[in-house]
């Protein structure tokens, strides 16, 4: 039965929040997706500290603090996994998994900076600990060293798509500052903020390989759209994680996004779905800048009444549907298999 298939994974994909099913630990069940590439992971970790060439002591300290600290790396394995899929394997491989790297890196050096943030994943940020302007232009220098990377290439079609991600990523920062404390947010504008801060890279990332391979543009139109896909399904459940998940399970903090002035899909749900004093409940709660426990244990029996993360989670799976689709033109292989049980399992994803 191929890895994709087993019963796990099938259990799973029916309810990713239960986790009384006798079923393995989500957290091995991403590392287990990723041991096809994970040879091509660790091949990569030095590369990251490497390839940046970094002359200063401040950057190399923020550099090291930020790159070597573990992590799932996503986006540079979605794009190993493309690359066994297309069967690339030239010069450029290591390099582009790398650009796919630091524009993540980079990007969450400048939200930190933007949020104020102390922490992330348990760690004391940069800015925390050596200031948001040191911070902010170490988070430029890795844009910069990634687009000499993207042009040592060659090719103008890598550029142009990562350079449109970057790009799309800042204007969801800022669309979504726009919108924090908005409790009348769009949900078609919700659905942006997640295209441009999440997707459009994921999208890029599976892309890339097929561009370097010179793969027929519906290979390569099918890779982007996979990882687009795959980075809607992404946010959705971290969104949905938030009011329904457990720290000790996924390593994330969870009823955060609300206090911090996010309004996401489960709470955006409720509009329709709670009774006008309930919704002004929740709306007075939006406009405030402190949020106290008892308040937001309130918001999450509203979210569990109206199952407002169930449903959201749901949405997570249509687009890992859509996604697996979206593979279709690609002939059955082993490193298909694989990118698909990653899409699934990523389902289980935590932080």
């Known amino acids: ?46 590369h990251l500290v490497i390839l940046l060439e970094a002359q200063t002591a401040s950057a190399k300290h923020i550099i090291n603090h930020v790159l070597t600290g573990g992590g799932k ?64 232009l170490v988070g430029d220098l890795i844009y910069s060293r990634a687009s000499e990377l993207m042009a040592d290439t060659g090719s103008l079609e890598i550029v142009s798509m990562f350079a449109r991600a970057i790009r799309l990523m800042s204007d969801g920062e800022l669309l979504q500052l726009e919108n924090l404390y908005n409790p009348d947010m769009p949900e078609a504008t919700y659905y942006k903020i997640i295209e441009h801060k999440t997707a459009v890279l994921l999208a890029a990332a599976c892309q890339a390989p097929a561009v370097l391979a010179n793969a027929p543009q519906d290979q390569r139109d099918a890779l982007s759209e996979f990882g687009r896909c795959v980075g809607y399904a992404f946010q959705l459940l971290d969104d949905a994680l938030d009011y329904a998940g457990k720290d000790s399970v996924f390593g994330k903090k969870t009823l955060a996004d609300l206090p911090e002035g996010k309004v996401t899909l489960p709470i955006i749900l ?46 997570a799976s249509k687009w890992t549907d859509r996604a697996l689709s979206a593979l279709t033109c690609f002939p059955e292989s082993a490193a298909r298999t694989d990118l698909e049980t990653l899409a699934r399992r990523l389902l289980m994803r935590f932080s």
Not at 3 to 15: E, P
Not at 101 to 120: C, F, G, M, P, Q
Not at 293 to 315: F, I, P, R, S
Request: hydrophobic letters at 40%.
């Open 1 to 46: 039965m191929p890895l994709s298939q087993t019963t796990s994974d099938r259990a799973l994909a029916l309810n990713p929040l239960s986790f009384d099913l006798g079923l393995s630990d989500p957290k091995r069940l991403v590392e287990e997706a990723l041991l096809p590439v994970a040879d091509s992971l660790s091949t990569l970790a030095p």
């Open 73 to 136: 790396r996503v986006r540079p394995a979605l794009y190993f996994f493309a690359s066994r899929v297309v069967e690339y394997d030239g010069r450029h491989l290591m390099p582009i998994a790398a650009v796919c790297e630091y524009i993540h890196t980079a990007s969450l050096l400048h939200d930190d900076v933007i949020d104020n943030s102390s922490l992330r994943r348990g760690k004391p940020t940069p800015n925390n600990i050596w200031g948001d302007e040191a911070a902010v």
């Open 270 to 315: 409720l509009r329709s779905l709670a009774t006008e004093s309930e919704w002004g409940f929740v709306e007075s709660l939006i406009h405030e800048e402190s949020v106290s426990q008892e308040a937001m244990l309130k918001v999450l029996n509203l979210v569990d009444h109206y199952d407002t993360a169930g449903k959201t989670l749901k949405e």
